[in-house]
């Protein structure tokens, strides 16, 4: 079982929907909780990190981290063609500098 | 600001050939650095890390090797590539005292034949 679990997608919405994206883990040290977004052939870069169990919500991405259920999820309101991306979560334990990342999920934004 | 330049962008190479990838960082001292390798479709793997000149842990036993010769220089080696070598070598840097920074490089994409 590997320790961050994604779906792989794709995920197609029309622009203007509302994505929806989740990873589950098994790593109950997990603390710090990260969502990045990739573009084709690039980095990834960073969008969210949140720590505790919550919300947070920057512009149109809301971060959730539900750490009894060993859960994360990232919303996208009002998506664009521009979010067209695979969007990888990524978390942590506490010590260390391991950075454990689920597979990606890769959504596809239609105009 | 800092910076992390990563190269070559693309790079095919025969099988058994050497490797050498090189990553820099500029604008910030003592850096941790990374070496990640994404397979197509996948999420990413943690190679090596290193918190300082001369230390480096290994994650995954392979044939690959990693240097830090200079505090904002890594460097991913092989002696001998495998076509399973084949992949998105990523780079990244990370403030020693933040726990969520960490900020990648634009990537080299290994193609072994």
């Known amino acids: 079982q590997k320790e961050v679990e994604q779906d792989p997608g794709p995920l197609s919405v029309p622009e203007g929907a509302i994505v929806s994206l989740n990873c589950t883990y098994s790593?109950?040290?997990?603390?710090?909780f990260m969502w990045y977004r990739q573009y084709s052939r690039k980095g990834p870069e960073l969008l969210m990190y949140?720590?505790?169990?919550g919300n947070k919500e920057d512009g149109r991405f809301t971060a959730q981290v539900d750490k009894s259920s060993k859960y994360i999820s990232l919303f996208i309101r009002d998506s664009q063609p521009s979010d067209s991306a695979t969007y990888l979560c990524?978390?942590?334990?506490?010590?260390?500098?391991?950075?454990?990342f689920g597979g990606g999920t890769r959504v596809l934004v239609k105009p | 600001s800092q910076t992390i330049h990563q190269w070559p962008a693309t790079l095919v190479q025969p099988v058994g050939s050497p490797l050498s990838l090189e990553c820099t960082v500029e604008g910030t001292s003592n850096p941790n650095l990374y070496w990640y390798r994404q397979a197509a479709g996948r999420g990413l793997q943690l190679l090596f890390y290193s918190v300082g000149i001369g230390q480096i842990s290994s994650e995954v036993p392979q044939n690959l090797s990693a240097s830090r010769p200079q505090d904002r220089q890594f460097i991913l080696s092989s002696k001998k590539l495998l076509l399973s070598d084949s992949g998105f070598y990523l780079c990244?840097?990370?403030?020693?005292?933040?726990?969520?920074?960490?900020?990648f490089g634009s990537g080299t994409r290994l193609t072994v034949v």
């Open positions: 949140t720590y505790s169990s």
């Open positions: 990524a978390m942590r334990e506490a010590a260390g500098n391991k950075l454990t």
């Open positions: 790593n109950s040290a997990f603390q710090y």
């Open positions: 990244a840097w990370k403030p020693p005292w933040d726990a969520y920074g960490y900020t």
